[in-house]
């Protein structure tokens, strides 16, 4: 039988193991399998430690019988056999009920499977999966010179399964090197000094020592790099094939009553980035930009530019924001600065300006319908709104740029939705104001364009962060809230932020935002703090007197819209929210932020909220509430958010306490993504360099078409609904 990479495992490994496989490990393909690398490796004489397991741990270990021993149970019928197995550094007890195990003799070493329990204080399994290396096949006599892969796996599929499964594959057809088609060019593997692939594979799941496995290693991270970067200039480059429609500045229109209208005068960053989204608008290529800015530094005020010559041009421009919060003040901003210009058609209208029309999912009946006209007739230019603008009833005149507001509340598909709605593809902005890592940029954002404002406008009074330890410094909460008590007597106001909202909603009440932010303090910590609980606490505490108010996700847009207002006209002192708050909400007077729990907070979160006060000419202050003590790993954390608003090194440190699968998964809308070695921390260099690589290949006049056996392992990475702009590149 020929076995090729594509061949289902059903025919190689037997129907019975290729459903485990395929049903626990999602593995359906020899190509699956091959990829299937071990998470760690063991040795005989470098054993695992049994003392570092904990109960309700799932794991494999491998250790040597010590003892064994059976009896009848005295409760009910039948044997009881308790087996005592050690690592040197630990034991624990192997425990069958009516089952003995002949093999399971002192001396004998086995890989041992299964879920830790406790009886009587001592660590055991019951009745766990095993393998013993009694060197009575020639696998056994594998185990025993090489070092053991371990593989990640289930309590269906367990690591030795995998193992003998790979073996049977390694052997299969006449070994690897017919099996694997080395898809790198050569004079590639030799410039970068990689092994073959098929040596690398053979190195990665039977290795003899660390060196092979460090060799291995490196050469599979190059090919994920390499076919990621391959997928991601292909994009690219399909993008710059789409037919466009130019959208060139108009002189005395819309962008120039814009610039008349600004309060303030550009900074340089702002200018150069408004120059370069103004070329590329003037092309008939679609525009495919990222635009990453630090907290404040103006990059709305850049869309709205972009956004103003494109209705110059004659074409409709598309905000599409995370929350009907942010919808509706960019809406209420916008409207402000044209003035007239924003409501042509009304009575007090400029003929020659357009209209700003907010379309988001809590209009009532009559106002949707009215805004959907405006929208489909063209008479609307530009149109703000949130997941509200993705919904098949919304049709434009002429779509000519979308720009997307916090692009990480975002997926690809998302995105590509909002894009189909141009009759032919529109420009696409995405902006974001969580700095992004080079990595994560060659990565997650490979298929845009990048541009960076780190100017922020003069003028600001810039913030500074402390930490609060509560358990280490008790005193200093009231100390905070003096001081915000303090600020607000100087006629600022100020936020407090909690990571959820209250009430007696049980367990549906989660954080409207959770960030996942890790945490060494265990799971049976108190619940978050809320809002509803901490208004009621602050106005019969510490802050009685003030005038408070919420603002939460649980309120109607009326509600919300009418606690925003009330903020920004100064009629309240403190609003108590939750992390509806973090993007994008503009309020220059307010001068302070508590952030109750900011150990639940990410990184990047916990600079976003921060970059909510201070936005004015006063100093802004940030405090960060917590539990947890300053020696631990969140509280030293959040002591570097505090040390630096530097948002491009807190982008690194967010990466660096964040599961890498979970930003690469995104950028993968979930799928398999190909990427298992790869690390955006450790490898920089090597994806840069494998994005040189890539751009120079798709460079030639025929791009992989000398090159099949890249190609088929980009088709392999791509998802069905991206076949089409693979085929075109």
Not at 181 to 202: I, N, V
Not at 221 to 234: F, P
């Amino acid at each position: 039988m020929a076995v090729t990479l594509e061949t289902p495992l059903a025919r190689v490994l037997g129907a019975r193991t290729a459903k485990g496989m395929a049903e626990s490990l999602n593995l359906h393909t020899v190509r699956h399998l091959l990829r299937h690398y071990p998470r760690r490796y063991a040795r005989r004489g470098e054993m695992a430690r049994l003392d570092d397991l904990q109960q309700g741990d799932r794991v494999t270990i491998l250790a040597q019988v010590r003892n064994v021993s059976s009896r009848r149970m005295r409760q009910r019928h039948g044997t009881i056999t308790e087996v005592t197995v050690g690592d040197g550094a630990g034991s624990m007890k192997l425990v069958f009920f009516n089952h003995k195990h002949a093999r399971l003799e002192p001396g004998v070493w086995g890989l041992f499977a299964g879920t830790v329990g406790k009886y009587q204080g001592q660590l055991q399994f019951t009745h766990p999966d095993m393998h013993l290396l009694t060197g009575g096949d020639d696998s056994d006599d594998d185990w025993a010179r090489e070092m053991v892969p371990i593989y990640p796996a289930t309590k269906d599929v367990s690591s030795w399964v995998i193992q003998k499964s790979v073996k049977l594959l390694l052997g299969a057809s006449g070994g690897l090197s017919e099996l694997v088609e080395d898809p790198l060019p050569e004079e590639m593997r030799t410039r970068h000094g990689l092994p073959w692939l098929h040596a690398a594979l053979l190195d990665i799941h039977r290795p003899t020592s660390p060196e092979d496995v460090e060799r291995a290693r490196h050469r599979l991270k190059w090919d994920e790099a390499l076919i990621l970067q391959l997928t991601l200039a292909a994009r690219r480059r399909a993008a710059a094939l789409e037919p466009g429609t130019a959208r060139p500045r108009r002189p005395g229109g819309l962008l120039d009553a814009v610039d008349a209208a600004l309060p303030f005068e550009l900074t340089e960053g702002q200018r150069a980035v408004g120059e370069e989204l103004a070329a590329e608008l003037d092309r008939d290529q679609p525009m495919h930009r990222l635009l990453q800015g630090e907290v404040g530094s103006g990059k709305t005020v850049v869309a709205l530019r972009a956004m103003a010559q494109v209705v110059d041009a004659g074409g409709q421009a598309a905000l599409l924001a995370p929350t009907e919060v942010l919808a509706a003040q960019h809406a209420r901003g916008i409207r402000q600065l044209l003035g007239p210009l924003g409501r042509a058609g009304e009575l007090d209208g400029d003929p020659d300006g357009t209209r700003v029309t907010l379309l988001t999912g809590s209009l009532k009946a009559a106002a949707r319908r009215a805004a959907l006209a405006e929208v489909a007739d063209g008479s609307a230019g530009i149109v703000i709104g949130t997941h509200a603008l993705l919904q098949e009833t919304v049709a434009f005149a002429d779509l000519g740029l979308v720009v997307i507001d916090e692009q990480h509340r975002f997926g690809v598909e998302q995105r590509d939705a909002l894009r189909a709605k141009g009759s032919r593809p529109p420009h696409v902005l995405v902006m974001t104001a969580t700095p992004i890592p080079r990595t994560v940029a060659m990565t997650v954002y490979g298929d845009l364009e990048i541009s960076t404002l780190r100017q922020l406008p003069s003028g600001r009074g810039g913030v500074a962060s402390s930490v609060v330890p509560i358990q280490d410094k008790p005193a200093w909460l009231d100390r905070a809230w003096a001081r915000l008590r303090e600020e607000v007597a100087a006629g600022r106001q100020a936020y407090v932020v909690c990571p959820r909202i209250g009430d007696e909603t049980g367990p549906d009440d989660e954080p409207e935002d959770a960030d996942g932010a890790p945490d060494d303090r265990g799971a049976d910590r108190r619940p978050p703090l809320a809002v509803l609980d901490v208004a009621e606490m602050l106005r019969a505490g510490p802050l009685a007197g003030l005038r408070l108010d919420l603002l939460h996700g649980r309120m109607t847009p009326e509600e919300k819209d009418a606690a925003m207002q009330a903020f920004a006209a100064g009629e309240t002192d403190v609003l108590v929210a939750t992390t509806v708050v973090e993007v994008g909400v503009d309020v220059p007077n307010a001068t302070v932020m508590v952030v109750m729990d900011a150990d639940r907070f990410g990184v990047s979160q916990l600079h976003q909220l921060r970059g909510r006060v201070a936005r004015g000419r006063h100093q802004g202050l940030c405090l960060l509430v917590t539990e947890v003590s300053l020696a631990s790993s969140t509280g030293q954390r959040l002591a570097a958010v505090a040390a630096t608003s530097d948002g491009f090194e807190l982008a690194r440190l967010d990466l660096e306490t964040r599961r890498e699968g979970d930003i690469l998964g995104a950028a993968q809308s979930g799928r398999r993504s190909g990427v298992r070695m790869l690390s955006l921390l450790e490898d920089e260099q090597l994806i840069a360099a494998a994005r040189a690589e890539a751009t120079a290949l798709l460079d030639t006049e025929r791009g992989l078409a000398d090159h099949p056996g890249l190609a088929a392992e980009v088709a392999a990475l791509a998802t069905d609904d991206r076949a089409e702009w693979l085929e075109k590149a």
